[in-house]
């Protein structure tokens, strides 16, 4: 695949997130059967802010080349796999339901995809 492919859509794969748990926290929340404090709609807000940024960063160094590129890369197989042990271990001591593990599919389809592209790099 290519990297600069790969690079926009993770851009897109976390903009949308990422402006959903600005806008609608409460939402996003109640999909996994979670409350809505405000401690928590702070945290899901301060969340999407971040995925925005990094959507921000993988869209527009898209065209990188060389070691920028594979940083870029990396640095995103790096994030999918935290988020993937983040949320087995939520699953294992049970904060989230077995079923919620089907969030998976996101990180490690994204995972798959930067690894791809880095054999392109």
């Known amino acids: 695949m290519r990297p600069s492919l790969a690079l ?7 903009f949308v997130p990422g402006i959903a748990g600005i806008l609608v926290p409460e939402s996003g929340l109640s999909a996994f059967g979670l409350g ?16 925005m940024g990094i959507g921000t960063i993988n869209w527009l160094a898209r065209d990188a080349v060389g070691a920028p590129l594979r940083g870029l890369l ?8 935290v ?12 904060l989230f339901s077995a079923w ?15 690894a791809l592209a880095l054999r392109r790099a």
């Open 74 to 81: 990396w640095g995103n197989i790096f994030f999918q796999v």
């Open 8 to 14: 926009s859509i993770g851009a897109v794969a976390a």
């Open 36 to 51: 809505t404090p405000t401690e928590a709609l702070i945290q899901t807000r301060d969340l999407g802010v971040a995925l």
């Open 83 to 94: 988020n993937i042990v983040v949320h087995v271990w939520e699953v294992v001591v049970g």
């Open 100 to 114: 919620a593990a089907a969030v998976l599919v996101l990180p490690l389809g994204l995972m798959v995809i930067y």
